[in-house]
């Protein structure tokens, strides 16, 4: 695709609920990351994938986070048991391998 | 990856020159400086990077000091949609893991 696309772009669910973030990479991208901005706060990192791997989950800030990539291609970000604190702007970005990164516009997360 | 230090906000009237600094007095020799904007709302998009040579593209300047421990990105000709957020990131060259550590960035308030 020209851009790395996130679905959805806002997202409001209730306390305790599950939700999952797409992330659509730019064609032929082999790595993936995934951050994360609070309000007012710098970004988070999270997660990073080459191919369909994790080698770095340093970033998850609890077991209730997870990820997927499955293809090479799409991943989804899955937040089990929302909590207030999870609200945040959730993105994604994808680059070739040692190349530049390009970021999506984000999905923001309200948890009420 | 080294940590960067940078102005917490800065201030410039359209048509002149934005110069933002960072400090980076802890660079490593195989690390480059990499600057992002983040406008308000959506993803931080790539501006420029280098490793020791001044560079330039159709978006900015990058002036890095001969000794490699501060830099300066350049806007020539600032203007209104230029009011971002701007990121000052060090990383390891052709690192084949691409965590973007994001400090707090530099805000860059453009006045007409």
């Known amino acids: 695709g020209a851009g790395v696309s996130q679905s959805p772009s806002n997202k409001v669910t209730e306390k305790g609920k599950d939700v999952e973030l797409r992330c659509d990479p730019i064609?032929?991208?082999?790595?993936l990351y995934w951050y994360r901005q609070s309000l007012g706060q710098g970004l988070e990192f999270l997660i990073y994938?080459?191919?369909?791997?994790?080698?770095?989950k340093s970033g998850l800030p609890s077991d209730r986070f997870s990820a997927e990539r499955t293809g090479g291609s799409v991943s989804t970000l899955t937040i089990q048991r929302t909590q207030q604190e999870d609200s945040a702007v959730y993105l994604c970005?994808?680059?070739?391998?040692?190349?530049?990164?390009?970021f999506g516009q984000g999905t923001r997360l309200t948890v009420v | 990856d080294a940590k960067t230090t940078q102005p917490p906000s800065m201030d410039c009237a359209e048509g002149r020159a934005a110069n933002l600094p960072c400090n980076h007095s802890?660079?490593?020799?195989?690390?480059?400086v990499y600057w992002y904007r983040q406008i308000h709302s959506q993803g931080p998009q790539y501006i420029i990077h280098?490793?020791?040579n001044n560079e330039t593209n159709e978006m900015a300047s990058l002036i890095i000091t001969e000794d490699r421990k501060s830099s300066t990105l350049i806007l020539p000709h600032a203007t209104l949609r230029d009011t971002a957020v701007y990121y000052c990131?060090?990383?390891?060259?052709?690192?084949?893991?691409?965590?973007?550590?994001f400090g707090k960035g530099t805000l860059l308030t453009v006045n007409p």
């Open positions: 802890t660079i490593s020799g195989n690390e480059y």
């Open positions: 064609s032929g991208h082999t790595a």
């Open positions: 280098g490793l020791k």
């Open positions: 994938f080459q191919g369909n791997s994790a080698p770095d």
């Open positions: 990131i060090v990383r390891v060259a052709g690192s084949s893991n691409y965590k973007l550590t």
């Open positions: 970005a994808s680059s070739l391998v040692g190349g530049d990164a390009f």
